[in-house]
């Protein structure tokens, strides 16, 4: 059974940064393509940012695009994903899933097969 936990969430002032990480396990990685979503309180969840199965392919949502950077350690079974000049519309709760031997960069909820239970992530202004 494939776990996924993550953790680096918290309270930052508008312009900080915060770095998440999601630790698998039960199984090794290198055979997943992982994703990192959001759901801000009354909206639904919504890419973040993904990357593919060898690491070689990243994805991002217009909103974050060249404020977050995902990546991963195969070694280490990590998902991370760095955030920078946070927002308080970055307010939500962040969420690590994995899509088992997918290729490329996959955006959408339902294409994911193992979902982490979340951290959440408030910025103040």
């Known amino acids: 059974q494939m776990t996924l936990v993550e953790s680096g969430g918290g309270l930052v002032q508008a312009g900080g940064s915060l770095r998440l990480s999601c630790v698998v396990s039960?199984?090794?990685?290198?055979?997943?393509?992982f994703g990192w979503f959001r759901r801000a309180p009354g909206k639904e969840r919504e890419f973040v940012a993904g990357?593919?199965?060898?690491?070689?392919?990243?994805g991002y949502a217009d909103s974050v695009k060249g404020r977050f950077t995902i990546s991963r350690d195969d070694d280490e079974n990590t998902v991370n994903l760095q955030m920078h000049t946070l927002k308080p519309e970055d307010t939500a709760v962040y969420y690590c899933?994995?899509?088992?031997?997918?290729?490329?960069?996959?955006?959408?909820?339902?294409?994911?097969?193992?979902w982490g239970q979340g951290t959440q992530v408030t910025v103040s202004s």
């Open positions: 990357i593919n199965r060898n690491g070689g392919e990243t």
């Open positions: 899933a994995a899509d088992y031997l997918s290729p490329i960069v996959r955006w959408l909820v339902g294409q994911y097969d193992h």
């Open positions: 039960g199984r090794p990685i290198n055979n997943y393509a």
